[in-house]
Nanobody, 123 residues
């Protein structure tokens, strides 16, 4: 098992930046492929960014590509999401998650989830 805790959310103006962190504890962090999802009120949880199973590649939703960057520090058991050029439509609760599946874009293939952190972007 692994426990995930997100932090770093907050209120920013459009065009601003935030860096989200996801700290993991429990079973070996490196055994899981990590990803980020987000969910706005009344909408389905959607894929944002993820590592491949090997950790050598990254994947991004078209809506965030070029603005967001997923990274990790294995020594700290932490995954990050750097969010630049934020837009009001980025407003959502952001979740980190872990999987063993090669399918990175579907939330149903993730086994462990954090509690979420709120990101609000004002116009």
């Amino acid at each position: 098992q692994v426990q995930l805790v997100e932090s770093g959310g907050g209120l920013v103006q459009a065009g601003g930046s935030l860096r989200l962190s996801c700290a993991a504890s429990g079973r070996t962090f490196s055994s899981y492929a990590m990803g980020w999802f987000r969910q706005a009120p009344g909408k389905e949880r959607e894929f944002v960014a993820a590592f491949s199973w090997s950790g050598r590649s990254t994947y991004y939703a078209d809506s965030v590509k070029g603005r967001f960057t997923i990274s990790r520090d294995n020594a700290k058991n932490t995954v990050y999401l750097q969010m630049n050029s934020l837009k009001p439509e980025d407003t959502a609760v952001y979740y980190c998650a872990g999987r063993t599946s090669y399918i990175f874009y579907d939330a149903l293939h993730y086994d462990y989830w954090g509690q979420g952190t709120q990101v609000t972007v004002s116009s």
